[in-house]
């Protein structure tokens, strides 16, 4: 289908049908591009929860906040550079910014925060600690604006 613009150069021929297809082309090199910072994220946010096992059963057992909030500290870290990490790959590889962007890199941190919602389920058996729970939510509140940066301002 083809639809007339009236641009500043006095009227222009658009084709949508290649602005569709250039569109599809770069969510699919975008989404492709975030599946490897996706499997590296959760690779290492699974290797972190495994590391912090023992700190988080620790500050679970501390009445003080400020003594207890370690391993969330390290897990917001973590998230941050991981949203940074899936951000960059999308807006970097396929040149894609704006909201289709936004919303791959937004599952993109969903499919982390699941892979560690099931990490936590794997390594506490007898049942995950409120502090685990804290971390990884923290965790997505560092990876969320990290995304946002690269798939919606940066560009």
């Given at each position: 289908m083809t639809q007339w613009t009236d641009d500043d150069?006095?009227?222009t021929v658009v084709d949508d049908s290649r602005q569709r297809a250039a569109m599809?082309?770069?969510?699919g090199v975008a989404t492709k591009a975030s599946l490897i910072s996706v499997a590296l994220g959760s690779a290492a946010v699974a290797i972190a929860l495994y590391l912090l096992r023992d700190a988080i059963t620790a500050a679970q057992q501390v009445k003080d906040m400020r003594d207890s909030a370690g391993p969330a500290l390290l897990l917001t870290l973590l998230g941050?550079?991981?949203g940074s990490l899936i951000g960059w790959r999308i807006a970097s590889s396929a040149g894609l910014v704006g909201p289709a962007a936004w919303l791959i890199g937004v599952v993109g941190v969903a499919i982390v925060t699941a892979v560690a919602i099931v990490a936590a389920f794997a390594l506490f058996p007898a049942g995950v600690p409120?502090?685990?729970w804290i971390s990884i939510g923290v965790?997505?509140?560092g990876a969320l604006p990290a995304v946002s940066y690269f798939c919606?301002?940066?560009g």
């Open positions: 150069d006095g009227g599809r082309e770069a969510i941050v550079g991981v409120t502090m685990c965790m997505v509140i919606l301002w940066a």
